[in-house]
């Protein structure tokens, strides 16, 4: 599977938006994008995941660039209880495995 | 739905000795199941992946007579660390996924056991 690069650490206020970047300029055709996060002492949870259009969920919204090579998470209002480490992951079709690399870890601050 | 346990949630053992951590998906079927491996401030190293009634299959660098992984049942799976070293502390997390997945390939993770080895 392709590479991501993501900042180590950000930091946002508390119920404001939150932008997390994630690149990903080696991605194929066939790679799907995946968001995963890990709270403190958790194993992961599943955020969202997309092909080419921007999605969006209960947790979050999904921004594709239209060449795929970069992705932005979006939360929308950030709380506290959605500091954690987040993980973008590319997936490529038919591969059930994913591969986590270092991830964002986002501090709210009150 | 889509819950997965861990038991036991921390274990602490002697060298030498081997413990046994099982994961459950308690509310469906799970075909497949991962076993990952974190040490403090890194990322989840994926140990290995098994199937409901076949072997498993270990990554690179995984041993698998030391980190023994059954995969009996749709809802069970248990990973035994044998001879336990101190080397082998760690956070062992399994995750889950179901028939369903489809091109989600959503894995539904349980909360991790920690394993320290005196």
């Known amino acids: 599977d392709a590479k991501t690069t993501q900042p180590n650490s950000m930091e946002s206020n508390e119920e404001e938006p939150v932008h997390l970047p994630c690149n990903h300029s080696t991605i194929s055709g066939t790679d799907y994008i995946h968001w995963y996060r890990q709270l403190p002492s958790q194993g992961p949870e599943y955020v969202i995941h997309g092909l080419t259009s921007n999605v969006n969920n209960r947790m979050a919204s999904l921004a594709i660039a239209e060449d795929r090579k970069s992705s932005t998470l979006i939360l929308h209002r950030a709380t506290l209880r959605d500091a954690a480490v987040y993980y973008c992951i590319l997936r490529n079709f038919g591969n059930e495995k994913l591969t986590f690399g270092t991830g964002t870890r986002l501090t709210i601050i009150p | 739905g889509a819950v997965v346990s861990q038991h036991p949630s921390w274990v602490i053992c002697k060298s030498g000795t081997s413990v046994k951590i099982e994961c459950r998906s308690l509310?469906?079927?799970?075909?497949?199941m991962f076993w990952y491996r974190q040490f403090p401030k890194q990322s989840l190293m994926l140990m290995a992946t098994s199937n409901e009634g076949s072997k498993a299959t270990y990554e690179q660098g995984v041993e698998k007579d030391k980190f023994l992984i059954n995969h009996a049942s749709l809802t069970l799976s248990t990973l035994t660390v044998t001879s336990a070293h101190p080397e082998d502390s760690s956070f062992y997390i399994c995750?889950?996924?179901?028939?369903?997945?489809?091109?989600?390939?959503?894995?539904?993770f349980g909360p991790g056991t920690r394993l320290t080895v005196l």
């Open positions: 995750s889950a996924r179901t028939r369903t997945s489809g091109t989600t390939n959503e894995q539904f």
């Open positions: 509310d469906f079927q799970a075909t497949t």
